[in-house]
């Protein structure tokens, strides 16, 4: 595995990843560091080069070019100092944006053009002297030197060792004279870059659905922050604690890694981003004039893609998907396309069979042997012009179970690819789950805590410390966390830190295979009395733990299955918690550096569920696109 690659000025070369596909929307994190003026950062394209992006370094600043628009970094910073730089480029619907080290922010005043990348290529660092880059696609083409980390593709780690072309290239190391490393050099303190890698070899695909992640407001400029000093605080109270169910001595109930089941019953997607099969093999010709497919499926889930196929331009195709627990049908011809859609809802966790069948321009629509549907395409066209790969559960949109994949009555067989799909149990419950190998989800990409927040969630862990929730900024922080079984809710509004923690009868009260709540609230201090808000959250005490901590202004609240503890308060004078860095749940990218973010108290791994997160009172969904490293989104084991 290799986070890291060097590209030398004696030896200029790239890397080149393949089936980079991504509609309107792309978005690449690293980090690099440099020395050299000018060089091509990334570069990707489609294979007539008709649609494309690329990041290139030029005279010490940055520019970000798709579709004929430019977004540079502007002349007040350069990035060729060699020192680490984090940078996340992004185009979407509504602009192109550059994130660079956490504090600078840059985007484009208009829409930029539409990126269509359909299985093109992917270069970093440069590309192949055989290869003619399009004219005007990138700032320049000038091989780059100097070192690239870390990077993720629309949230998807990249192995560097996986690449499939490699030239003039280093891996694992910044230089020649180096020594291989197993951990990435030290980057500066609070820049929030994800550097937790995944196990595993396989190569990325970008996501064909275009997908945005939504970003708090963000105030301006960072507080000024006053030096630390002195804080009065009340004691605390220790609160009444229900004594819990036995908990076998020493130990969590629950076991690391989770136990396997062994009745599974077909393949689940959507544990985490870009699951699907492929299928490479069909000969797609045989679907120019008529097809029966049939598949049983089995979900919770609203929405998602069950099939699709499509042409070269995605003007034929097929699909089968999920809207608002309905079953919707559709191909098109060429000339017009054809939708059915089910009655009824079909999301209940139960399988269904269902059938969807063509003959030239009529279909059917057929679910547990009733057929709810049927019509015509417009339009006098009657073939298919289909091209392979057929797939199943596309780009992780679909979370849920599938089985007994055939066509016309016999089955597809076994996928050319298989992806971020699992063996479907009966022994998993809604959340997400974080391995003890390390992983973490970026809620956001920048979040500001401000005067006032309220942090409510449920978990149910299998160790006893562990990261729940963080934000840095400069000098202020926030964060809930589990050390030693105690649960800890500490803000630093820059006059130093404020704490409040819920100590249990014993370390391992919490992992006792139940579900807890927790809820803070950060909240003010006015007329001399502290105002506590605490929301109240359905839950049985025996059933979830359920955690609330509250910050408003400079008093902190935590709550943990609806018992509080005593609001701890700060110095007065200084109000708003100034974050600016990504807000992470589940773990931290930097919690095994030598010189970990301020405030955290444990190395540890949280490992467990995760689910019913609310940001002031916001429920976050915590999309597998936003999962790094060992993440399974969706579902939680049981066992």
């Known amino acids: 595995m290799a986070s890291l690659v060097a590209f030398e000025e004696q030896t200029p070369g790239y890397l080149h990843w393949p089936n980079a596909s991504a509609n309107n929307f792309f978005q690449v994190n690293f980090k690099f560091k440099t020395s050299a003026n ?41 990035y060729n100092d060699d020192e680490w730089h984090v940078i996340t480029a992004t185009h979407d619907a509504s602009a192109l944006h550059l994130d660079i080290d956490d504090f600078e922010t840059f985007q484009t005043d208009t829409n930029p053009p539409m990126l269509q990348i359909l299985y093109g290529k992917l270069y970093f660092g440069g590309v192949p002297n055989s290869y003619e880059i399009m004219g005007g696609a990138t700032a320049t083409s000038a091989p780059f030197f100097g070192c690239l980390g870390d990077a993720t593709v629309n949230g998807m780690f990249i192995n560097f060792a996986n690449a499939t072309d490699r030239v003039g290239t280093i ?16 980057i500066p303190e609070d820049d929030g870059l994800p550097i937790t890698p995944e ?31 002195e804080r009065t605080t009340y004691s605390p109270t220790t609160p009444t604690i229900p004594t819990p169910a036995p908990t076998p001595t020493g130990e969590c109930v629950l076991p690391v890694p989770p136990a396997t089941d062994l009745q599974v019953d077909g393949v689940r997607f959507g544990t985490i981003f870009n699951s699907r099969h492929e299928y490479h093999n069909i000969t797609a010709h045989k679907f120019k004039h008529r097809y029966s497919l049939s598949l049983e499926f089995k979900t919770v889930s609203e929405e998602g893609v069950l099939f699709y196929a499509a042409g ?24 017009g396309p054809m939708r059915l859609m089910s009655p009824g809802k079909y999301n209940d966790g139960q399988w269904h069979t269902v059938v969807f069948f063509r003959n030239h321009t009529l279909g059917k629509l057929t679910i547990d042997n009733l057929l709810v549907a049927e019509g015509s395409s417009k339009g006098s066209t ?30 597809l067989g076994d996928p050319d690819l298989s992806y971020g799909v699992v063996p ?9 789950y974080f391995s003890e190998k390390g992983g973490f989800i970026k809620v956001y990409s920048r979040f500001t805590v401000g005067l006032n927040i309220i942090i409510s969630m449920d978990i149910k862990p299998r160790n006893i410390s562990g990261i729940l929730l963080s934000v840095h900024g400069k000098r202020d922080y926030l964060i809930l966390q589990m050390v030693n079984g105690v649960i800890k809710f500490t803000v630093d509004n820059g006059k130093g830190a404020i704490s409040a923690s819920f100590k249990p009868p014993h370390e391992y009260y919490f992992c006792d295979g139940k579900w807890h709540n927790i809820q803070g609230e950060d909240t003010h201090q006015g007329q001399g009395a502290h105002h506590n808000r605490l929301r109240a959250i359905n839950c049985s005490i025996n059933i979830h733990l359920h955690l609330a901590a509250l910050k408003t202004k400079n008093v902190v609240t935590l709550s943990v299955d609806k018992i509080s503890v005593e609001p701890r308060i700060g110095i007065p004078g200084s109000s708003s918690t100034e974050t600016r860095n990504p807000l992470f749940i589940g773990g931290h990218p930097r919690r095994l550096d030598r010189r970990s973010p301020r405030g ?35 579902v939680c084991p049981t066992i």
């Not at 190391?173 to 197993?182: A, D, N, Q, T």
């Not at 070269?312 to 011809?333: A, I, M, P, W």
């Not at 479907?424 to 997400?432: A, I, M, P, R, T």
């Open 171 to 186: 891996l694992g190391k910044c230089s020649s004279s180096e020594l291989p490393r197993p951990e990435a050099p030290t």
């Open 600 to 634: 955290l108290e444990t190395k540890q791994q949280y490992t467990g569920c995760i689910t019913n997160v609310y940001i002031n009172d916001k429920s976050e969904l915590l999309p597998s696109i936003q999962a790094v490293g060992n993440v399974t989104s969706s």
């Open 199 to 229: 196990e595993g070899s396989t190569p990325v695909v970008l996501p064909l659905p275009t997908s945005t992640l939504s970003t708090p407001v963000i105030t301006d400029k960072l507080k000024e922050v006053e030096p630390t000093t």
């Open 38 to 78: 000018t060089g091509l950062l990334f570069y990707a394209a489609n294979r007539d080069q008709s649609f494309t992006v690329s990041l290139s370094l030029v005279e010490g600043g940055l520019a970000l070019r798709s579709g004929g628009e430019e977004l540079t970094s502007g002349p007040s910073t350069m």
């Open 312 to 335: 070269s331009k995605h003007r034929d195709f097929v699909t089968l998907f999920l809207k608002e627990g309905q079953v919707h049908y559709s191909f098109n011809c060429g000339s």
């Open 382 to 411: 009657k073939t298919l012009d289909l091209l392979t790969p057929f797939t199943t559960g596309i780009n992780g949109t679909f979370e849920g179970c599938v089985r007994n994949f055939f066509m016309s009555g016999k089955p």
């Open 424 to 432: 479907c149990s009966d022994k998993v419950e809604q959340g997400v």
